[in-house]
């Protein structure tokens, strides 16, 4: 989907550098979902039941566009 690939990239262009290992696993791990669930993570209508995958999901929701 082109909204996710935007979200992704603006995270990869402003945090990527920036975020530590473990937190680059969980991007990984973000990656690896089907994209229907990212989509409805990223709109708002559902969260991930795993914490860390929910946290991230809010961080690149709320970056600048």
């Not at 082109?2 to 402003?14: A, K, V």
């Given at each position: 989907?082109?909204?996710?690939?935007?979200?992704?990239?603006?995270?990869?262009?402003?945090?990527?550098?920036?975020?530590?290992e473990p937190q680059r696993g969980v991007f990984l791990r973000l990656l690896d979902c089907e994209d229907d669930k990212?989509?409805?993570?990223?709109?708002?209508?559902?969260?991930?039941?795993?914490?860390?995958?929910?946290?991230?999901?809010?961080?690149?929701?709320?970056?600048?566009?």
């Open positions: 989907m082109r909204e996710l690939d935007q979200l992704f990239g603006r995270y990869l262009d402003t945090e990527w550098r920036r975020d530590s990212l989509w409805h993570w990223f709109m708002g209508h559902e969260t991930p039941s795993d914490a860390e995958l929910a946290a991230l999901v809010q961080r690149i929701r709320s970056l600048p566009v």
